[in-house]
């Protein structure tokens, strides 16, 4: 019962490293070490839900919308937290909230855009190959800003 303890640990301490991976390369605007974290030959199974845009799917399709994301950014870093793995044989579901800090385009005499804030609930669904984790669908989520509702509601008689 040991081993199939500590394999499971190995399987999730591999995913969460595949998971961090995946960031820290969107983070650095490197497409390539991007793509290669995505499911390699799944050119119509590979799926991605940025907030607000439709069902990417294809791999192509989805690495398209990477490259457009990394155009338009000029700086973008994700803290995660709430980081949770679920496994089953060879599929993984890592669930997170990125927290997300971004900046776009710098505006006249600055280096760098306003710095954005934004809280994303994210699923992001890995397989395992011979080269490792790779991810298979990404689906984030907006976190919708509380608070304001009181004022919507009417007054109770």
Same mark, same amino acid.
């Given at each position: 019962?040991? =081993? %199939?303890?500590?394999s499971a640990a190995a399987d999730i301490a591999e995913v969460e490293q595949a998971n961090t991976a995946f960031y820290?390369?969107?983070e650095r605007g490197d497409h390539e070490a991007l793509a290669d974290r995505?499911?390699?030959g =799944? %050119?119509?199974?590979v799926s991605c839900v940025h907030p607000g845009w439709p069902?990417?799917?294809g791999r192509g399709d989805v690495?398209?919308?990477?490259?457009l994301i990394m155009a338009n950014t000029e700086y973008i870093q994700f803290f995660l937290t709430d980081v949770n793995v679920a496994m089953t044989g060879d599929t993984a579901l890592v669930t997170?909230?990125?927290n997300i800090l971004s900046g776009g385009p710098a505006e006249e005499g600055n280096a760098l855009g306003p710095l954005v804030g934004q809280l994303v609930v994210a699923t992001n669904v890995f397989r395992r190959t011979p080269e490792g984790w790779k991810l298979w669908s990404h689906h984030g989520s907006p976190v919708l800003a509380e608070g304001g509702e009181e004022d919507d509601e009417e007054p109770s008689s």
């Open positions: 019962m040991n =081993e %199939d303890h500590a820290e390369a969107l995505w499911l390699p =799944e %050119d119509l199974t069902v990417l799917t690495l398209r919308s990477y490259a997170c909230t990125e």
